[in-house]
């Protein structure tokens, strides 16, 4: 099974800054990656699907690259309800795995 | 509007079994498939498996393929995860996810969720 790596598991920034999070795939994927936010006692909500379209509603401070193993998600300039952990996950074939997770705070 | 609605939190003795249901509603139930996720207290979320509504087809993480089983019931559009032999471990809020749409195994809608507690 294709194994998903994410770094850093964890990571504090500035209101402001832009804050970059790294998914990576054992084998190769396409661009069957997506993103989701989980806030703390709330169900994940996707953010962005094939690697880099925009989930309606989103705000356009999120951003999603890649292709093959590696994929990053970015955050354009961190807002404060941005704080949450964050998963890739893979979506080719299955096991849709997904990553272990990165949490984002406020510095 | 599409809503999933799962079953109420379960508490269990180890080496018993819970079946979670989902009852999907607002879509027509059988042209999404539906995974299920769980996630352990303060942990990450774990794919558990999938099934698809149309078929019954399944496809379910080599972790628990000996322990879970996933079905529908299209007359009340409802899944069912089954988990056998539970231990501690399996303490979690178990989900249940709709593909986004057909051959899209990403998730959009989520269940609320149902706590599965194993102990003694």
């Known amino acids: 099974d294709i194994q998903m790596t994410q770094s850093p598991s964890s990571l504090s920034a500035s209101v402001g800054d832009r804050v970059t999070i790294s998914c990576r795939a054992s084998q190769a994927i396409v661009n069957y990656l997506a993103w989701y936010q989980q806030k703390p006692g709330k169900v994940p909500k996707v953010l962005i699907y094939?690697?880099?379209t925009l989930q309606s509603g989103v705000p356009s401070r999120f951003s999603g690259s890649g292709s093959g193993t590696n994929f990053t998600l970015t955050i354009s300039s961190l807002q404060p309800e941005d704080v949450a952990t964050y998963y890739c996950q893979k979506y080719n074939n299955a096991p849709f795995t997904f990553g272990p997770g990165t949490k984002v705070d406020i510095k | 509007q599409v809503q999933l609605v799962q079953s109420g939190g379960e508490v269990k003795k180890p080496g018993a079994s819970v079946k979670v249901s989902c009852k999907a509603s607002?879509?027509?139930?059988?042209?999404?498939?539906i995974s299920w996720v769980r996630q352990a207290p303060g942990q990450g979320l774990e794919w558990m498996g999938w099934i698809s509504a149309y078929n019954g087809d399944t496809h379910y993480a080599q972790k628990f393929q000996d322990r879970v089983t996933l079905t529908t019931d299209t007359s009340t559009s409802t899944a069912y995860m089954e988990l056998r032999s539970l231990r501690s471990e399996d303490t979690a809020v178990y989900y249940c996810?709709?593909?986004?749409?057909?051959?899209?195994?990403?998730?959009?809608?989520w269940g609320q969720g149902t706590l599965v507690t194993v102990s003694s």
């Open positions: 094939s690697t880099s």
């Open positions: 607002g879509y027509s139930f059988t042209s999404n498939g």
């Open positions: 996810a709709r593909d986004y749409w057909s051959g899209k195994y990403f998730y959009e809608y």
